[in-house]
Every structure is written in C-alpha cells, then in structure tokens.
C-alpha cells in the first residue's frame, strides 16, 4: 500500500490517471436521461412506411433519414447502433436543413471498416470520426452484428467522440474554413460543400436509414442538454 500511493501520486502528475482522462473515455450513466424519441417514434420527424421500432429497436428500410422534433445547441448525445456487412450510415448533428442534410450538418461516421469495400476509402470516412473532415484516432468500432456505443458531445464548436469506451475524435468546427480541404491536408468530399466552421452549431439531431445497400439499427438513443 505504502507503495501504490507514490506510483499513483506520480501517475497523477504525469497525467496518466487524471480524473479528466478518464470522463473522456467513458460513457455515462444515462439511466435519468430522456430518450430522444418515443418507443413508437410518434415523435420523430420521418418518411412514411421506412422507419420502424420493435422492442425500442429502431431502423429503415430504405436510405432515408429519421430526426428530432426540435433543434439541440449544446447536448450530450448516447446511443448504441449495430450495422450489417458492409455498412455505411451515421449520425448528424447541428443539422439546418433535413431536406439537403448533407452539407448542413455534421456526421458522426458509422461503418463497417472491416468490409472489403471500404479498406481503401479515406481515413476520415472511418467509423467513429467525423465524416469527410475528421479521421478517428483508432478503430474501436466491432464488426457487423454487434452492437456498439456512441457518447457524442456538442458544445458549441466543439465535438467529441466516444466510441466503445475510447475517445476518437475532437474536433473544433472553427478550425474547419475550407470546404475542399481539412487542416490535415487531407480532401474535404465536394458534396460537403460548406465549410464546418460556418454551419450552426444548433440544429436537428438525426440517423441515416439503410444505406450503401446494409441495414442499420439503433437503441437507448438518449440526450442531455447543457448550459
């Protein structure tokens, strides 16, 4: 015991075992905190006849996208998904416009990464980064028919990802000013054709439905708000 207080003592100053680190790579205790939609989706905005829930189960039948009701600022968002082989879909957030989703919001990538179609595809389309501008920082994603767990955090320009327990991705919208490139360099997709730093940081919250020819599933989709 004498021991262990020094090792933690120094651990501690290293900041290897801080309280903060930890927070980052946990999810949290959501057992008080409201889902987002209700079990029979009578409050989410959808298609008619591609969205349906069985047993607090969600998912679509076609590549079409289910949302909020209302807008969120600064929120802490939980969920766990599962996908098919092959599976590309995601989650959007501070989304302005649910008809052309696409360039007016931010998503939050879900993929099978271990498929053969998409070995080759660019870091920043991996699952747990931000699509198309933010690669996450290792693959924590499992593999298709097993379910995974998202804690994304909104506050104001900043976003981070939880993904499976590890923190993957951080990103400040502010940094983001170019809609053909990233600040890694790296290509910004030309159909995410605004910059990240100007698009709000309000807006719907939402889920991409069957897409790239692989269901998806999502459960216990919880939110937060904060100050």
């Known amino acids: 015991m004498k021991m262990f207080l020094p090792l933690m003592a120094m651990l501690l100053l290293c900041g290897?075992?801080?309280?903060?680190?930890?927070e980052k790579h946990a999810h949290p205790d959501t057992s008080d905190w409201p889902s987002l939609f209700k079990d029979d989706?009578?409050?989410?905005?959808?298609?008619?006849?591609?969205?349906?829930?069985?047993?607090?189960?969600?998912?679509?039948?076609?590549?079409?996208?289910?949302w909020s009701e209302?807008?969120?600022?600064n929120f802490i968002l939980d969920l766990e998904f599962k996908m098919g082989p092959g599976a590309n879909s995601g989650v959007a957030i501070y989304c302005s416009d649910i008809d052309n989703w696409i360039p007016n919001s931010l998503e939050v990538q879900i993929q099978d990464d271990k498929a053969?179609?998409?070995?080759?595809?660019?870091?920043?389309?991996?699952?747990?980064?931000?699509?198309?501008h933010l690669a996450p920082?290792?693959?924590?994603?499992?593999?298709?028919?097993?379910?995974?767990?998202?804690?994304?955090?909104?506050?104001?320009?900043?976003?981070?990802?939880?993904?499976?327990?590890?923190?993957v991705a951080s990103m400040d919208m502010r940094k983001y000013t170019s809609a053909k490139?990233?600040?890694?360099?790296?290509d910004v997709p030309p159909?995410?054709?605004?910059?990240?730093?100007?698009?709000?940081?309000?807006?719907?919250?939402?889920?991409?439905?069957?897409?790239?020819?692989?269901p998806i599933w999502f459960k216990n989709i919880k939110v937060k708000e904060l100050d």
């Open 41 to 66: 989706l009578s409050n989410a905005v959808k298609p008619d006849g591609v969205w349906t829930a069985e047993d607090g189960v969600f998912t679509a039948s076609e590549d079409q996208a289910i």
């Open 137 to 167: 920082t290792k693959q924590a994603g499992k593999a298709a028919g097993e379910w995974n767990r998202y804690t994304i955090t909104c506050k104001d320009s900043q976003v981070d990802v939880v993904l499976n327990g590890e923190h």
């Open 16 to 22: 290897f075992a801080t309280a903060d680190n930890h």
């Open 116 to 132: 053969d179609k998409w070995k080759d595809g660019a870091p920043n389309w991996r699952c747990g980064g931000i699509f198309g």
């Open 181 to 186: 490139k990233n600040p890694d360099g790296s």
């Open 70 to 73: 209302r807008d969120f600022d």
């Open 191 to 214: 159909w995410l054709s605004k910059p990240a730093a100007e698009l709000p940081t309000k807006g719907r919250i939402g889920f991409q439905g069957k897409h790239a020819g692989a």
